[in-house]
């Protein structure tokens, strides 16, 4: 039995049913499933343990929390009891917000999104961010490690930076990741599995590629396979 692959498949489904599936075909080529904001609002907590299922998986609750410290704070103690192994929140709500969501969360690893993947560098100057993303990116890194984040989320094309401002401590998780020659969607600062590992990623969240194929778990077992053929920057 091989290692599951660093890979959190990003169960982005309209229905439970769906999500299910995709996480039983998955399971057994990943080490993660993500639980993001629709299948949450559509089902609520009881989604959690759904698609963890018999398997054990790790699951990520990504939920991107943003708003004031107090009001994160108690957000992230309601999902506490979910033992969600990530929790995402929002660099940009600053370091007093990061940090309520850290406190009231002790069992969970704090992801912190630095700039999503989906702002093109256009995008970033017309929302005020000027200078290169890798430039905000490390800021962001900076601010929500100081708070004490365990994990960042950040784009396949910065991760190296990232890894070069807060170290090798801190998990940093890559979503933005395309096979070579796939579709990019509203992906804008993306790169392969393969770059993203290389670059110092270690975990890699990936959604349509492996869900929208028509076999996930051979879509999913394929990209694992080219992982392991990959070693990261740095390694002998
Ligand atoms: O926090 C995330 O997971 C996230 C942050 C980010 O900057 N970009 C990003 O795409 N994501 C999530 O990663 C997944 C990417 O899905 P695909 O584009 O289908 O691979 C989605 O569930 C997004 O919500």
């Known amino acids: 039995m091989t290692t ?17 599936r995709w996480a039983g075909l998955v399971t057994p080529h990943v080490s993660t499933v993500k639980v993001g904001l629709e299948l949450y609002l559509r089902y609520g907590p009881d989604v959690i343990a759904s698609v963890r299922g018999a398997s054990g998986v790790q699951v990520f609750l990504d939920l991107k929390l943003h708003d ?28 007093a917000m990061v940090r309520a969501a850290v406190e009231a969360s002790p069992g ?40 004490g984040a365990q994990a960042l989320v950040c784009s396949p094309r910065e991760v190296a930076a ?8 801190i998990t940093l998780i890559t979503p933005g990741v395309r096979p070579a020659g796939a579709e990019t969607q509203d ?9 993203a590992v290389a670059q110092g990623a270690d975990l890699l969240v990936i959604g349509r590629p492996i869900t929208g194929a028509p076999d996930p ?20």
């Open 162 to 169: 990232v890894r070069a401002e807060v170290g090798p401590e």
């Open 187 to 195: 992906q804008a600062r993306v790169a392969t599995p393969e770059h």
């Open 68 to 95: 004031i410290p107090n009001t994160v704070g108690a957000a992230a103690r309601a999902v506490a009891r979910l033992k969600p192994t990530y929790l995402t929140v929002h660099a940009a709500g600053g370091p």
């Open 217 to 236: 778990g051979a879509a999913a077992a394929a990209i694992a396979a080219a992982l392991r053929r990959v070693r990261p920057v740095g390694t002998p």
């Open 4 to 20: 599951p692959a660093p890979i959190a498949v990003a169960l982005d489904a309209p229905d439970l049913e769906t999500a299910a």
């Open 108 to 147: 969970t690893r704090i992801a912190a999104v630095t700039l999503l993947t989906s702002l093109s560098e256009a995008d970033l100057r017309e929302v005020g961010i000027q200078g290169p993303p890798v430039d905000a990116a490390r800021r962001m890194a900076a601010v929500a490690v100081g708070a």
